[in-house]
């Protein structure tokens, strides 16, 4: 399965980011081969409808399944349409603790959407 | 005839203290009340509403048994309102901005449109006599610039036009001051309502818009938009004090024209000096 992550670097142990649409980047964690792929996330300077740029990069990089601090409404109705269901990373500071909270079944699923970005309706 | 943009930057300078009270002076004039996300111009004009129409804007509908999910529509779409991956393609209507590019690239014919209401547009006679339209965008929505641009289509050439802008020097306040004449800023002497006004002297450099300077709560603050205007070489067409009784007018709904004829002739003599400048650049 492949999990993406919100990060505030390019590997397992940076500081992971506390936004979804505006996250610096997104980790793609392969948790069959263990591998990851490190994807800058071009959403960050969009004007408008990071989330929704931010769940095209991660359809089109395969996930599966994300963990991020907390996802806008338009986002959490996109990513229900792709079938990637949302877990909330909590208080894990990297993504490689978050991986693993999930693994232990530690992480609660995100299903009411969080913090409205530009269009609070 | 003069279409006069009155324009700020920074918010509550007095654009709708400056256009309202010019309006009710000439009531020849149409007022546009062009700032839709909050139009304020009718509590103070008091209008009897004549009509008032919806304002729509197109949104994306994708045909699921012609779509094959290529992705060519989210790929060419700007603002990001289409997501597409192997399963499905979905679009986001709220964050679609209607250039229909997306059904233009679809090779499959997948691409139609449908309608859904943001905002409406009301039109009447205002208690001075003076034609007033002014547009309200929907709570929630995005963008108020359809509803600006349909306001600006209403109006003919045979009145004089003013238009009470947004604040800013985002893509609503350009749709309200495109292809004016004239355009007035509204400023006050502090170092926010400058720091402001500098972006809406470039924004009207750029879109070729001659412009002058007004100066309201006068004598407030401090010099810096004096020595501004002297450095860019800006006209100050006049100053509006920083007085009490225009603040308190303004809390019953009242203009400072009604109240007190000494500003009669302050925003009369702006009102002929706008008119002068213009037979000057423009002839009209």
Same mark, same amino acid.
């Not at chain 1, 492949?2 to 997104?26: H, K, N, Q, W």
């Not at chain 2, 170092?191 to 300077?213: H, Q």
């Not at chain 2, 100066?215 to 509006?240: H, Q, S």
């Given at each position: 399965?492949?999990?993406a992550?919100?990060?505030t670097? $390019?590997?397992?142990?940076?500081?992971? $980011?506390?936004?979804? !649409?505006?996250?610096a980047?997104f980790?793609?964690y392969?948790?069959?081969?263990? /591998?990851?792929?490190?994807?800058?996330? /071009?959403?960050?300077?969009?004007? !408008?409808?990071? !989330?929704?740029l931010?769940?095209?990069l991660?359809?089109?990089?395969?996930? /599966?399944?994300?963990?991020?601090?907390?996802?806008?409404?338009?986002?959490? $109705?996109a990513?229900? #349409?792709?079938?990637?269901?949302?877990? #909330?990373?909590? /208080?894990?500071?990297?993504?490689?603790l978050?991986?693993?909270?999930? !693994?232990n079944?530690?992480?609660?699923?995100?299903? $009411?959407?969080?913090? #409205?970005?530009?269009? #609070?309706? | 005839?003069?279409?006069i943009?009155v324009?700020?930057?920074?918010g509550?300078?007095?654009? =709708?203290?400056?256009?309202?009270?010019?309006?009710?002076?000439?009531s020849?004039?149409?007022l546009? %009340?062009?700032d839709?996300?909050e139009?304020?111009?009718?509590?103070?004009?008091?209008?009897?509403?004549?009509?008032?129409?919806?304002v729509?804007?197109?949104?994306?509908?994708?045909?699921?048994?012609?779509?094959?999910?290529?992705?060519?529509?989210? @790929?060419?779409?700007?603002y990001?309102?289409?997501? &597409?991956g192997?399963?499905? =393609?979905? =679009?986001?209507?709220e964050?679609? *901005? &209607?250039?229909?590019?997306?059904?233009?690239?679809c090779q499959h014919d997948?691409?139609?449109?449908k +309608?859904?209401?943001?905002?409406?547009?009301?039109?009447?006679?205002? @208690?001075?006599?003076?034609?007033l339209?002014y547009?309200?965008?929907?709570?929630?929505?995005?963008?108020?610039?359809?509803?600006?641009n349909?306001?600006?289509?209403?109006?003919?050439?045979e009145h004089?036009?003013?238009?009470?802008?947004?604040p800013?020097?985002?893509?609503? =306040?350009?749709?309200?001051?495109? %292809?004016?004449?004239?355009a007035?800023?509204?400023?006050e002497?502090?170092?926010f309502?400058?720091s402001?006004?500098?972006?809406?002297?470039?924004?009207?450099?750029?879109?070729?818009?001659?412009?002058?300077?007004?100066?309201?709560?006068?004598?407030?603050g401090? @010099?810096?938009?004096?020595?501004?205007? @002297?450095?860019?070489?800006?006209e100050?067409?006049?100053?509006?004090?920083?007085?009490r009784?225009?603040a308190?007018?303004?809390s019953?709904?009242?203009?400072?024209?009604?109240?007190?004829?000494k500003?009669e002739?302050?925003? +009369?003599?702006?009102?002929?000096?706008?008119?002068f400048?213009g037979?000057r650049? *423009?002839?009209?």
């Amino acid at each position: 399965m492949i999990i993406a992550l919100c990060s505030t670097g $390019d590997a397992m142990e940076s500081p992971v $980011d506390e936004r979804f !649409g505006r996250a610096a980047y997104f980790l793609f964690y392969n948790t069959i081969t263990s /591998e990851m792929v490190s994807v800058i996330n /071009e959403a960050k300077t969009a004007k !408008g409808g990071a !989330g929704a740029l931010a769940v095209q990069l991660l359809v089109n990089n395969k996930a /599966e399944l994300l963990i991020a601090p907390e996802v806008g409404p338009q986002a959490l $109705d996109a990513l229900k #349409k792709f079938k990637i269901p949302a877990f #909330k990373q909590g /208080e894990n500071t990297t993504p490689e603790l978050a991986v693993l909270a999930w !693994g232990n079944g530690s992480l609660e699923m995100i299903k $009411d959407p969080g913090n #409205k970005g530009l269009h #609070k309706v | 005839m003069m279409k006069i943009a009155v324009l700020s930057g920074k918010g509550g300078t007095g654009k =709708t203290t400056v256009s309202n009270n010019l309006a009710a002076l000439n009531s020849d004039a149409i007022l546009l %009340d062009c700032d839709v996300e909050e139009p304020n111009s009718h509590i103070f004009m008091n209008p009897r509403i004549k009509g008032d129409e919806d304002v729509a804007k197109d949104y994306p509908v994708i045909d699921e048994e012609k779509c094959v999910h290529c992705g060519e529509c989210a @790929r060419f779409c700007h603002y990001n309102a289409i997501i &597409s991956g192997p399963s499905a =393609t979905i =679009t986001m209507k709220e964050i679609c *901005h &209607s250039c229909r590019g997306c059904a233009l690239v679809c090779q499959h014919d997948a691409i139609t449109y449908k +309608q859904r209401e943001i905002g409406k547009i009301y039109s009447g006679t205002s @208690r001075f006599g003076t034609e007033l339209v002014y547009g309200e965008l929907k709570t929630g929505e995005l963008s108020g610039v359809p509803i600006i641009n349909k306001i600006r289509e209403m109006t003919g050439e045979e009145h004089s036009i003013l238009i009470d802008s947004p604040p800013g020097t985002a893509c609503s =306040t350009v749709a309200a001051v495109e %292809d004016c004449d004239y355009a007035l800023i509204v400023t006050e002497p502090t170092p926010f309502g400058v720091s402001d006004m500098k972006m809406v002297v470039e924004m009207l450099r750029t879109m070729k818009i001659p412009f002058s300077v007004i100066i309201n709560k006068a004598w407030l603050g401090d @010099r810096e938009v004096y020595d501004y205007c @002297r450095e860019e070489n800006l006209e100050i067409l006049g100053e509006i004090p920083f007085d009490r009784d225009i603040a308190e007018a303004y809390s019953t709904g009242k203009l400072i024209v009604e109240c007190d004829p000494k500003y009669e002739d302050i925003f +009369q003599s702006l009102w002929n000096k706008i008119h002068f400048i213009g037979e000057r650049i *423009h002839g009209c």
